[in-house]
């Protein structure tokens, strides 16, 4: 088994910036991509972006693109949010996807941060 935990978020002004982080623990063989998604009350999840670990290549949600980045270190994944704006505002998931040693793969959530943006 695997557990994301994340850490950060919290209030921000417009403008401003946050870092959240996740660390991933447990069983695991290798992580094949870590990254994040948001949500809204009464919305679906939206895709924030993610990183592929064994090619560090990232892709992004078109809302967040050339806003927000991601750094890795083996077991953990760190979102930086710059210029931040209201529509920000969301609950942050961590997600990851681990391969474990039987070849498998597997999707892990963590909890959820709340990023609030406002003045």
């Known amino acids: 088994q695997v557990q994301l935990v994340e850490s950060g978020g919290g209030l921000a002004q417009p403008g401003g910036s946050l870092r959240l982080s996740c660390a991933a623990s447990?069983?695991?063989?290798?992580?094949?991509?870590m990254g994040w998604f948001r949500q809204v009350p009464g919305e679906e999840r939206e895709f924030v972006g993610r990183?592929?670990?064994?090619?560090?290549t990232t892709y992004w949600g078109d809302s967040v693109q050339g806003r927000f980045f991601i750094s890795r270190d083996k077991y953990t994944c760190t979102l930086d949010m710059n210029n931040l704006n209201p529509e920000d505002t969301a609950t942050y998931y961590c997600h990851a996807v681990v391969v474990s040693a039987t070849r498998a793969n597997q999707d892990y959530w963590g909890q959820g941060t709340q990023v609030t943006v406002s003045s």
């Open positions: 447990g069983t695991i063989f290798r992580i094949y991509t």
């Open positions: 990183m592929y670990n064994h090619s560090g």
